[in-house]
T-cell receptor, first 110, second 118 residues
Framework: SQQGEEDPQALSIQEGENATMNCSYK?????LQWYRQNSGRGLVHLIL?????REKHSGRLRVTLDTSKKSSSLLITASRAADTASYFC??????????FGAGTTVTVRA | GAVVSQHPSWVICKSGTSVKIECRSL??????MFWYRQFPKQSLMLMAT?????????EQGVEKDKFLINHASLTLSTLTVTSAHPEDSSFYIC??????????????FGPGTRLLVL
């Protein structure tokens, strides 16, 4: 079942700006992961944050996790046209299944 | 990183025919593979989990006789859509997790197979 809910559904920004998207979930988690999907393509794993971590960085990506609020955010700094894609959060629950959110479609305008 | 391939990348078939989709882990052994379905502009929905050498576990609402899954080796899982109908048209994505430890965290995703049933 779909566990994560993402906000906003769509985001349009100018190249160079930052993009922030949020993910909320309802159950307890083992970890939370963020993926990118270009139109009609497979998923690319971006970053994983464990339930005992609060923040993680990878290049221009910054992920936060607040287990008390059951929410996570993904920040893409200094966006580029190539960042245009759909971004999904995925909840890894204690039964080791991955459940995906509805996704945020990000459009970066040149 | 680990690579997962799918074949074919897209397929068009007539209603009533069966279609087989292959998922291969190219450089690692995948004791567990997952099959997802994605409708346009929607999220990925887990259909089933397959473990090498055993029967697949299907999610609620997924017909096991409709979507046959075979995970015969540590590098290959197949999904057969039997007697396909237009409503089965979708984007099917497989994912593999490196075994044997159940707690391995990263799943590697294939590029997807787009199925169109006419």
């Amino acid at each position: 079942s779909q566990q994560g809910e993402e906000d906003p559904q769509a985001l349009s920004i100018q190249e160079g700006e930052n993009a922030t998207m949020n993910c909320s979930y309802k159950t307890s988690i083992n970890n939370l992961q963020w993926y990118r999907q270009n139109s009609g393509r497979g998923l690319v794993h971006l970053i994983l944050i464990r339930s005992n971590e609060r923040e993680k960085h990878s290049g221009r990506l910054r992920v936060t996790l607040d287990t008390s609020k059951k929410s996570s955010s993904l920040l893409i700094t200094a966006s580029r046209a190539a960042d245009t894609a759909s971004y999904f959060c995925a909840i890894r629950s204690n039964d080791y299944k991955l459940s995906f959110g509805a996704g945020t479609t990000v459009t970066v305008r040149a | 990183g680990a690579v997962v391939s799918q074949h074919p990348s897209w397929v068009i078939c007539k209603s009533g025919t069966s279609v087989k989709i292959e998922c291969r882990s190219l450089d690692f052994q995948a004791t567990t593979m997952f099959w997802y379905r994605q409708f346009p502009k929607q999220s990925l929905m887990l259909m089933a989990t397959s473990n090498e050498g055993s029967k697949a576990t299907y999610e609620q609402g997924v017909e096991k006789d409709k979507f046959l899954i075979n995970h015969a080796s540590l590098t290959l899982s197949t999904l057969t859509v039997t007697s396909a109908h237009p409503e089965d048209s979708s984007f099917y994505i497989c994912s593999a997790r490196e075994g044997p430890k159940l707690a391995r965290e990263t799943q590697y995703f294939g590029p997807g197979t787009r199925l169109l049933v006419l």
